[in-house]
Antibody
């Protein structure tokens, strides 16, 4: 069964850096895209961007370009999402998802990781 | 303000049928496949429908999807209390070169 397992909850202060992870198993990491989705408290889903496991080709949502950095290490089938300077408004649950891209178009998201809660508070 | 528009909430009695709409434009729903996601309280979203109307393995046929023009619809028949959840539509937007989600619809089974 294809599975995405994310790192645990984090509590950080504004201005601190953070890197969360998403480890994939039971599928060819280098053949698919790993995306990140944000869900702020009590709010809906927002697509942040996506990275290809094969060559780390990365596409960011315009809303998140420059705010976060996505990376991947195919040797351990793991994708990462990182912040260099967190803000209180980064408080949210972050989900990783798997997707395929056909002719430049992402199809659907399946499976989803269990989510990583990031809390940024002074 | 989401690119895709969903009603904030819908409700129906157990055993009844409900539909959830998702309205977009020619740059998204009008030219790309729609998928639907179910998010039960306190859990991660799960794929419910893909390619407008296909169900992944394990999803009961009480759930259905359709698409017409720039709108898509999720249908749920034989409602159960366990169907109470938030439902999201999503698709690729070719003008934005980005994935977009609807704002989500909260289903209450009365």
């Amino acid at each position: 069964e294809v599975q995405l397992v994310q790192s645990g909850a984090e509590v950080k202060k504004p201005g601190e850096s953070l890197k969360i992870s998403c480890k994939a198993s039971a599928y060819s990491f280098t053949s698919y895209w790993i995306g990140w989705v944000r869900q702020m408290p009590g709010k809906g889903l927002e697509w942040m961007g996506i990275i290809y496991g094969g060559d780390s080709d990365t596409r960011y949502s315009p809303s998140f370009e420059g705010q976060v950095t996505m990376s991947a290490d195919k040797s351990i089938s793991t994708a990462y999402l990182q912040w260099s300077s967190l803000k209180a408004s980064d408080t949210a649950i972050y989900y990783c998802v798997t997707s395929a891209m056909v002719r430049g178009v992402l199809n659907w998201f399946d499976p989803w990781g269990q989510g990583t809660l990031v809390t940024v508070s002074s | 303000q989401s690119v895709l528009t969903q009603p904030p909430s819908v409700s129906a009695a157990p055993g009844q049928k409900v539909t959830i709409s998702c309205s977009g434009s020619s740059s998204n729903i009008g030219n790309n496949y729609v998928s639907w996601y179910q998010q039960l309280p306190g859990t991660a979203p799960k794929l419910l429908i893909y390619d407008n109307n296909k169900r992944p393995s394990g999803i009961p046929d009480r759930f259905s999807g359709s698409q017409s023009g720039t709108s898509a619809t999720l249908g749920i028949t034989g409602l159960q209390t366990g169907d109470e959840a938030d439902y999201y539509c999503g698709t690729w937007d070719s003008s934005l070169s980005a994935w977009v989600f609807g704002g989500g619809t909260k289903l209450t089974v009365l």
